[in-house]
């Protein structure tokens, strides 16, 4: 069985098992992001749609961020700011949007995202990460706070 066939499998058997429960697509759509990605966007579509049901804002949120980081381009920002509409320290819809802004030498956005990431508690090694672009940020606009 190839892995598409497996992830065609996979959510056949949570349509039917939880069609309704968000942390079962999430599971779902978990898995399908490393072996068949245009399903994973599916999937996590469908955890948008069941959360925002629920009123699930910080479930929705997470999966907005990650249809970002699966997406490219303008979806991905789309997705991100959707994310920090509902949770505004969404932390990896701040650091795509950080990273998109970088990117595109908008170095003011840039630091401005990063800045918020600060203090929402980041795992120390995701913390560094952004410090290290918060400081590219600051010497590419001649700061040195």
Known sequence: MSAREAGERLAAVVGKVAPEDPAVHEMTATILASIDPPRAIEAWR????????????????RAWAILGDLQGGDEAEAAWRRA?????????????????????????????????????????????????MLARAYLSLDRID
């Open 46 to 61: 469908e955890v948008v749609r069941l959360a925002e049901a629920r009123n699930d804002h910080r479930t929705s949120a």
């Open 84 to 132: 920090l509409e509902l949770d505004p320290l969404q932390a990896d819809a701040l650091g795509g949007l950080a990273r998109a802004a970088a990117a595109r030498q908008d170095h003011v956005v840039a630091a401005d995202l990063l800045e918020r990431m600060r203090g929402i508690g980041l795992p120390q090694q995701l913390a560094a990460r952004c410090e290290l």
